[in-house]
């Protein structure tokens, strides 16, 4: 899914001087044509090889035009945040080069700021709320587990059955309230760089109290976003 933000702008002068410091910047390509410049940017790749987080900038005479990737609606917020800071970058490294007035970027940021309002107030009444009803869930069964404790023999599948429940409750309340996944990312991110960009999935589980797969979701994440790469 791409987004695009138009940035109506004058050009003061020719864009040729500009391209030995785009040169030194790491981008992916630059075309210059007619005076118009067109940058792009491959952040990361997905497992085919195939672009999966990457942005397009192109300078033209009466403005500037960003498209940008985003992978998933669960990580619009985040992405269109990034790509905001890369617009407030952009503009200030164009000053010389085009007159843009604060208007003419007023929508996308507005947006941005309502969406992200909107979207904490949300997270924090849908968290409330599921980690409210797990709780229940876990008196009730932590309630029948008492119980089925002390009847006889013949209740013994039950209470297996119970105990399985309870512990996958229990690992549900912990999920919630314990590590974020920034936070789960940058521990991997720091083992990574303290063991020479390996790591030991068990031994990690081990230090941090996490589940393999929370572990294994982490390493994937920091994948996709170009933090890291397989060897």
């Known amino acids: 899914m791409e987004e695009i933000v138009?940035?109506?702008?004058k050009r003061k002068k020719s864009l040729k001087r500009l391209l030995p410091l785009l040169?030194?910047?790491?981008?992916?390509?630059?075309?210059?044509?007619?005076d118009n410049i067109i940058i792009e940017k491959v952040e990361s790749e997905d497992l085919k090889g195939k672009p999966y987080l990457y942005y397009r900038v192109e300078m033209m005479d009466n403005g500037i035009?960003?498209?940008?990737?985003?992978?998933?609606l669960k990580t619009k917020l985040a992405r269109t945040t990034d790509i905001g800071?890369?617009?407030?970058?952009?503009t200030k490294l164009l000053d010389d080069y085009y007159d843009v007035h604060p208007s003419a970027m007023y929508s996308f940021f507005l947006s941005l700021l309502i969406t992200m309002s909107k979207m904490m107030d949300k997270d924090k009444v849908?968290?409330?709320s599921e980690l409210e009803g797990l709780k229940?869930?876990?008196a009730t069964l932590e309630k029948r587990y008492t119980e089925l404790v002390h009847s006889s023999e013949q209740n013994a599948r039950i209470l297996m059955e119970c105990e399985r429940k309870k512990n996958e409750q229990k690992e549900r309340i912990a999920?919630?309230?314990?590590?974020?996944d920034d936070a789960l990312m940058e521990s991997i991110f720091g083992w990574l760089k303290t063991h020479n960009g390996e790591i030991d999935i068990y031994e990690f589980s081990k230090m941090y109290g996490l589940p393999i797969g929370r572990i294994e979701y982490g390493l994937e994440i920091l994948l996709m976003q170009g933090y890291i790469k397989k060897r």
């Open 6 to 9: 138009r940035i109506s702008a």
């Open 23 to 34: 040169g030194q910047m790491g981008f992916t390509k630059i075309e210059y044509t007619k």
């Open 65 to 72: 035009k960003v498209v940008y990737s985003i992978p998933s």
């Open 85 to 90: 800071m890369l617009i407030l970058n952009l």
């Open 126 to 128: 849908e968290l409330a």
């Open 136 to 138: 229940i869930k876990h």
């Open 175 to 180: 999920k919630l309230e314990g590590i974020s």
